[in-house]
């Protein structure tokens, strides 16, 4: 349900918000008042993206790149004015295949986009939070963080890496004004999953005990709410949306 003008007089900045969670996000946020500036690696995508979600602006980038992600910040600051919330959505799955088989280049490439990435962003616009003594930051996980997906370890550490990261950052921010979450999605339907083998996919959704893959709506949901000012008392924690699956 949108919950209208909930984002009214806020300007959130989300990262991979060219596709899948960033930019369903993106679009709830603009269909509750707020403005968006969307982050993305990839022109194309991002210029569809915008003038179908009515972004304010947007920045094409690769979040692995420190000085790019320093830039695009301080753009998006000098554009509009303040940024109060920050999605970490950017991410890529990698190689499927166990530890002793899995590529090097694989390894080093998931963790500097899902964890590096998600760094580089929170140390670049945390400072623009501070100084407005207001901010959420969405960091996106995954259950695989918590539990582990064999034959995805890469992706599993990067993910625990951005609960581990999401849950120093909420302290170090807690009594700042500035809350910081992760979410921990189970599977759910998006183009990151054209990255992985069917048989990654179907084990996945087996794990899950309402025996059906999430919607992008529904972590989209949660999301929002997490980025709200709504979401005051909670900081340095996870939100699931796994469908049962997760255990703590």
């Known amino acids: 349900m949108i919950c209208a003008g909930r984002f009214t007089g806020r300007t959130a900045v989300i990262t991979g918000g060219a596709s899948g969670l960033g930019r369903e996000t993106a679009r709830r946020i603009v269909a509750e008042g707020g403005q968006v500036i969307l982050w993305d690696v990839d022109p194309e995508w991002l210029e569809e993206a915008h003038k179908e979600v009515g972004a304010a602006h947007s920045v094409?980038?690769?979040?692995?790149?420190?000085?790019a992600v320093v830039r695009a910040a301080r753009e998006s600051q000098d554009k509009l004015g303040r940024i109060d919330v920050l999605v970490n959505s950017a991410g890529i799955t990698g190689a499927t295949?166990?530890?002793?088989?899995y590529p090097v280049d694989s390894w080093l490439n998931v963790i500097d986009v899902n964890l590096n990435g998600t760094f580089y962003c929170c140390r670049a616009v945390v400072p623009y939070m501070l100084a407005n003594g207001y901010?959420?930051?969405?960091?996106?996980?995954?259950v695989a963080g918590k539990?582990?997906?064999?034959?995805?370890s890469a992706y599993s550490a990067s993910k625990a890496g951005v609960?581990?990261?999401t849950k120093s950052l909420g302290k170090e921010l807690a009594t700042k004004g500035v809350i910081a979450n992760a979410v921990t999605p189970a599977t759910f339907e998006s183009p990151i999953l054209a990255q992985l083998p069917r048989s990654q996919v179907d084990y996945m959704?087996?794990?899950?005990?309402?025996?059906r893959l999430g919607d992008v709506k529904e972590t989209a949901a949660m999301v929002c709410f997490m980025a709200s000012e709504e979401c005051s008392f909670?900081?340095?924690?996870?939100?699931d949306t796994s469908g049962g699956r997760t255990t703590f």
């Open 205 to 211: 959704m087996s794990k899950i005990p309402m025996g």
């Open 135 to 142: 901010g959420r930051i969405v960091n996106v996980a995954s």
């Open 147 to 152: 539990e582990g997906n064999p034959n995805a």
């Open 234 to 239: 909670t900081t340095a924690s996870t939100f």
């Open 163 to 165: 609960i581990g990261l």
């Open 97 to 101: 295949g166990p530890v002793q088989d």
């Open 60 to 67: 094409a980038f690769d979040v692995t790149n420190n000085e």
